[in-house]
Antibody
């Protein structure tokens, strides 16, 4: 069974930084594309970004609101996904989910999802 | 404003059939990108419900089905049960924005 467990959430001031981790088990992590999706309190889902497997080039891609401020990385030796968040804004306050990307041609979807890590940006 | 438009809420009585629409455009659903659906029960993480328009992952009851036509997609739930009360999200890819896009979500209430 694939399991994803996020950690590292917390309260941070605007302009601050935070790093989330996602420990992955139950799959060959080095072959997996991974993604982060967030959900603001009481709101819908918003894609944050993804990272390809190193065998597929290891490239990252980000949504416009976080590009240049957030960085996704991976440690295949430790089966861990990271989300480094810098220059945080109040609008980044969300529950951040780690999820595995499933690919089919030019399409991809997400399964399974972790339980989420809450990030609150407030002064 | 989400790129994919869903009704904010739908409701139905136990045993009834409900549908949830997901309307896109020529740069996402209409461009041929597949639609996927997620169910989010209260206080839990989203769970994949339908992938590639009309496929159910193992363990998802056949009461749930998906379809896609033109620039829209739909999720149908038959034999509505109290445990189906949840938020439902559609997801696709938008080629002009070059991003994954989600619908705004639909809250299903079982009366």
């Amino acid at each position: 069974e694939v399991q994803l467990v996020e950690s590292g959430g917390g309260l941070v001031k605007p302009g601050g930084s935070l790093r989330l981790s996602c420990a992955v088990s139950g799959l060959t992590f080095s072959n997996a594309w991974m993604s982060w999706v967030r959900q603001a309190p009481g709101k819908g889902l918003e894609w944050v970004g993804l990272i390809k497997s190193k065998t597929d080039g290891g490239a990252t891609d980000y949504a416009a609101p976080v590009k240049g401020r957030f960085t996704i990385s991976r440690d295949d030796s430790d089966n861990t996904l990271y989300l480094q968040m810098n220059s945080l804004k109040t609008e980044d306050t969300s529950l951040y989910y780690c999820t595995t990307v499933i690919r089919g041609g030019y399409n991809f979807w997400f399964d399974p999802w972790g339980q989420g890590a809450l990030v609150t940006v407030s002064s | 404003q989400s790129v994919l438009t869903q009704p904010p809420s739908v409701s139905g009585a136990p045993g009834q059939r409900v549908t949830i629409s997901c309307t896109g455009s020529s740069s996402n659903i209409g461009a041929g990108y597949d639609v996927h659906w997620y169910q989010q029960l209260p206080g839990t993480a989203p769970k994949l419900l339908i992938y590639v328009n009309n496929n159910r992952p193992s363990g998802v009851p056949d009461r749930f089905s998906g379809s896609k036509s033109g620039t829209s997609a739909s999720l149908a739930i038959t034999g509505l049960q109290a445990e189906d009360e949840a938020d439902y999200y559609c997801q696709s890819y938008d080629s002009s924005l070059s991003v994954v896009v989600f619908g705004g979500g639909t809250k299903l209430t079982v009366l």
